[in-house]
């Protein structure tokens, strides 16, 4: 979590300044209703900073955070881009390139290492029939329970909002390859945190991964699940409604259990030391964060 403390002159400070000028504006206040708002200011102000405090402490679903020992499992390491790739290549013939001189950066802070994901575009004609066909890759690697199955359409799963727009930036970034490299983590750093605790966390540069970036990570690292007792993984870069009636309260899950991978959703609200949510950042030489934006 960020610490640094933002005034009204930095970027989003002004922002804030440039929202509060709009909606004065467009009042279209006379002299006469200026002068009475001026006079009330003081309530105004009170307001405000009820407003600006109750934001400015991240509390939400505090609650929802248990103490966790677990771990990736022994043996598990983040693979070099190349490496990732070639696997990714051999189990989806025709994926294409990434640009391997982004790990040539620094990592941004909170992040494990550069994983390859593949934009989702190039493998299917809906985000939704590219889950499956990961899912269906992993099952063909390896033992494999789908809990889902038939039940992974639209009004089921769908992206997460933040999730789609920051893989969009980086798909605009590196809009010359099919591979996107990415700064992420795999569930460690939100161990014990139930998934909407994790997004509400989430630094300024993070958001969470889906079914389908968490899918390829397994397929290129699958020595990251192996075995019952370990960290398994929560994916808060989708949200999943159980009964597709428009209640998106579900996320999917990975886990490991009677010698096979399987996987499921649970409840957004579930705080587990088991799991822990995977996420992604924007690299720092982003636009985005050059700019100071969110």
């Not at 970027?11 to 009042?27: D, I, Q, R």
């Not at 494999?144 to 969009?168: G, K, P």
């Amino acid at each position: 979590m960020s610490t640094t403390l933002i005034t009204s002159r930095d970027p989003k400070g002004l922002k804030f300044v440039s929202l509060c000028e709009a909606v004065y504006n467009k009042a279209r206040l006379d002299e006469d209703r200026a002068q009475r708002l001026n006079e009330n200011g003081g309530e105004l102000m009170t307001g405000l900073k009820r407003l600006v405090e109750g934001l400015s402490v991240i509390n939400r679903f505090s609650n929802e955070e248990v103490a966790s020992s677990y771990a990736y499992p022994k043996g598990y390491r983040v693979k070099g881009i190349t490496e990732q790739t070639n696997i990714l290549r051999q189990l989806f013939p025709g994926v294409g390139f990434a640009d391997e001189k982004i790990v040539e950066q620094p990592l941004p802070p909170y992040a494990e290492g550069w994983f390859a994901i593949p934009k989702w575009e190039t493998m299917a004609a809906t985000y939704n029939e590219a889950v499956e066909k990961v899912l269906a890759m992993i099952g063909q690697k390896r033992k494999f329970y789908n809990y889902r199955e038939d039940a992974l359409r639209a009004d089921r799963l769908r992206q997460h909002a933040r999730t789609a727009n920051m893989f969009q930036k980086l798909g605009d970034e590196q809009k010359d390859h099919d591979i996107i490299v990415l700064p992420a983590q795999f569930g460690l750093r939100h161990r014990g945190r139930s998934v909407r605790r994790a997004r509400e966390v989430f630094t300024s540069n993070e958001f969470g991964l889906g079914a389908f970036a968490v899918g390829i990570m397994l397929l290129t690292h699958s020595e990251r699940e192996i075995q019952r007792e370990q960290l398994h993984v929560y994916c808060p870069g989708d949200e999943y409604s159980t009964v597709a009636d428009g209640r998106f309260s579900g996320a999917p899950v990975f886990d490991f259990d009677d010698g096979r991978v399987r996987f499921s959703t649970r409840w957004v609200s579930g705080a587990d030391g088991d799991y822990g949510s995977a996420s992604g950042f924007l690299p720092p030489a982003s636009p985005e964060l050059q700019r100071g934006e969110q």
